[in-house]
């Protein structure tokens, strides 16, 4: 079975840091890009960042650039977000999804277009 599995959210205080992490399991990892979208309540989905296959090209929403870096260990068929000085704004469910697509950011922001989808995992950043 295809599973992508997100886990690292948690409360933290502005400024703060997490590192979420999407295991995958049932599909060769490899051949696939990675994203991040995220959706808060009453807000439209956002595509928060994706890497592709190999990592040699990223994107990030204007929103976290600078803030936010992803990663991935084709080794451990993992893909991480570190997650810095966070903001209030960055309260959400965090989604990761698997995609072949080489521009996945409307993907991630319809959730049509995307393979295979994870359950999400809640950030919340509040004092």
């Known amino acids: 079975d295809v599973q992508l599995q997100a886990s690292g959210g948690g409360l933290v205080q502005p400024g703060g840091s997490l590192r979420l992490s999407c295991a995958a399991s049932?599909?060769?990892?490899?051949?696939?890009?990675i994203g991040w979208a995220r959706q808060a309540p009453g807000r439209e989905r956002e595509a928060v960042s994706y890497?592709?296959?190999?990592?040699?090209?990223?994107y990030y929403a204007d929103s976290v650039k600078g803030r936010f870096t992803i990663s991935r260990d084709n080794a451990k068929n993992t893909v991480y977000l570190e997650m810095n000085s966070l903001k209030p704004e960055d309260t959400a469910v965090y989604f990761c999804?698997?995609?072949?697509?080489?521009?996945?950011?409307?993907?991630?922001?319809?959730?049509?277009?995307?393979?295979?989808w994870g359950k999400g995992t809640q950030v919340t950043v509040s004092s």
């Open positions: 999804a698997a995609g072949r697509r080489i521009w996945l950011v409307p993907a991630l922001r319809t959730g049509n277009g995307m393979d295979y």
């Open positions: 049932g599909f060769t990892f490899d051949d696939y890009a």
């Open positions: 890497i592709s296959s190999s990592g040699a090209s990223t």
